[in-house]
């Protein structure tokens, strides 16, 4: 008979914690696995992510990752790509319970990045296919943006913050 895991409360002290690690991360983001493994199905966690984390765009293109996001604390961009890198202003949102806009639904093959406007929580959906997630599979960067933790990282993060204050302006 299959071991039954115990049934994780999501609450205030634990999204309190989960920012604690983040801020203290050298990669300013921290994630609370709620799925048992790698070889499920349906990746659940909760990730947390403190002003100036860099999440370098990226997609998945296996048709079973569709990834989904919720807003529990904070506030973030979700910044929609196209193919040459340039920013969708029509498809990207601020999540946040003030915005209106809660999580967003991003189908494979999109790119995407997520910005923190403050520190945040996000509840993060994400699908696998047969034979659960593998690291070098699970997506694809940007080429025309820098790699985590480049010289060239920290300047295209700031500009990608001004797009997230920018398109969090237009949302007031």
């Avoid at 990730?47 to 293109?61: F, M, Q, W």
């Avoid at 996000?122 to 933790?149: H, L, M």
Wanted: charged share 25%.
């Amino acid at each position: 008979m299959m071991e039954r895991r115990s049934v994780q409360t999501i609450d205030a002290a634990l999204l309190d914690n989960l920012l604690g690690r983040a801020r203290l991360s050298s990669r300013r983001r921290a994630i609370l696995c709620l799925h048992d493994g790698d070889w499920e199905h349906a990746h659940r966690m909760l990730n947390a992510l403190a002003v100036g984390t860099y999440v370098r765009p990226h997609r998945h293109e296996d048709k079973h990752k569709g990834e989904g996001f919720i807003i529990l604390r904070g506030k973030l961009a979700l910044l929609i790509f196209t193919n040459t890198g340039e920013l969708d202003f029509e498809q990207s949102r601020v999540l946040s319970a003030d915005s209106g806009c809660l999580g967003m639904d991003i189908p494979p093959g999109v790119w995407h990045s997520l910005v923190a406007i403050e520190d945040a929580v996000i509840y993060e959906v994400k699908g696998q296919p047969a034979g659960g997630y593998v690291s070098g599979r699970d997506k694809d960067f940007a080429t025309w943006s820098p790699p985590e933790g480049s010289p060239e990282s920290a300047a295209y993060l700031q500009m990608l913050e001004g797009q997230a204050r920018q398109l969090a302006n237009r949302n007031i």
